[in-house]
């Protein structure tokens, strides 16, 4: 069966410091990888998705990046963190055109 | 913009009554109509999900209703329990089969 790792899964930074969350995917190949963020009592934003290594698309302008290094590792990534994200962040992964399975997320908060 | 409208924000229902979320969206390429069910500090966990050929889909106590006419979608919770309690999202797939657009997010509470 499919599982799927976030970590770490809490997280307290201070502003200006940098940032690694981690994704990792078992039991699939060649997933879609989703990086969504979720603040306190609000929906879901989604801020980059990947079909294949090296391949990201992001969906909101920041100061955030993802990498793909291997087919079922995600990396979400900011040089210098911000008030603003602060936040619940999810990882998710489909094959082909199915749904979304999440991750137990990453609760950062930036001081 | 928002691709996919979701209603109430809210939710309290006592036990054993009904839970109604609503949903409505305008992209008629939408082609997958899934339910999620998060509680605090957990991942989303897919509840239910239909597709637009067919008006009702049941699973247990919950149930989605399609309309594809009026492009809205809803979560019927019967027999409403306490452990239901939780953040319900609803969401559509894209065109394009890689994206998917989340609901805001209805938080509900079932008093016991």
């Known amino acids: 069966s499919q599982t799927i790792h976030q970590w770490p899964a809490t997280l307290v930074q201070p502003v200006g410091s940098p940032l690694s969350l981690e994704c990792t995917v078992e039991?699939?190949?060649?997933?879609?990888l989703y990086w969504y963020r979720q603040a306190a009592g609000r929906g879901l934003q989604l801020l980059f998705y990947?079909?294949?290594?090296?391949?990201i698309s992001s969906e909101v302008p920041q100061n955030l990046s993802a990498s793909r290094p291997q087919d079922r590792q995600f990396i979400l990534s900011s040089k210098k963190l911000l008030l603003s994200d602060s936040g619940f962040y999810l990882c998710?992964?489909?094959?082909?055109?199915?749904?979304?399975?999440f991750g137990p997320g990453t609760r950062l908060t930036v001081l | 913009q928002q691709q996919v409208k979701q209603s109430p924000q809210s939710l309290i229902v006592q036990k054993g009554g009904i839970s109604i979320i609503n949903c409505a969206y305008e992209?008629?390429?939408?082609?997958?109509f899934p339910w999620y069910q998060q509680f605090p500090g957990k991942g989303p966990a897919l509840l239910i999900a239909?597709?637009?050929?067919?008006s009702e889909k049941k699973e247990g106590r919950f149930t989605i209703s399609f309309n594809k006419s009026a492009k809205q979608f809803s979560l019927h919770i019967m027999d409403s329990q306490p452990g239901d309690s939780a953040t319900y999202f609803c969401?559509?797939?894209?065109?394009?089969?890689?994206?998917?657009?989340f609901g805001s997010g209805t938080k509900l509470n079932v008093k016991p």
């Open positions: 998710a992964w489909s094959v082909g055109a199915n749904e979304q399975f």
């Open positions: 039991g699939t190949s060649n997933p879609n």
């Open positions: 990947s079909v294949g290594i090296g391949q």
């Open positions: 992209n008629t390429a939408f082609d997958y």
């Open positions: 239909i597709r637009p050929d067919v």
């Open positions: 969401a559509a797939r894209g065109h394009n089969f890689n994206k998917f657009y």
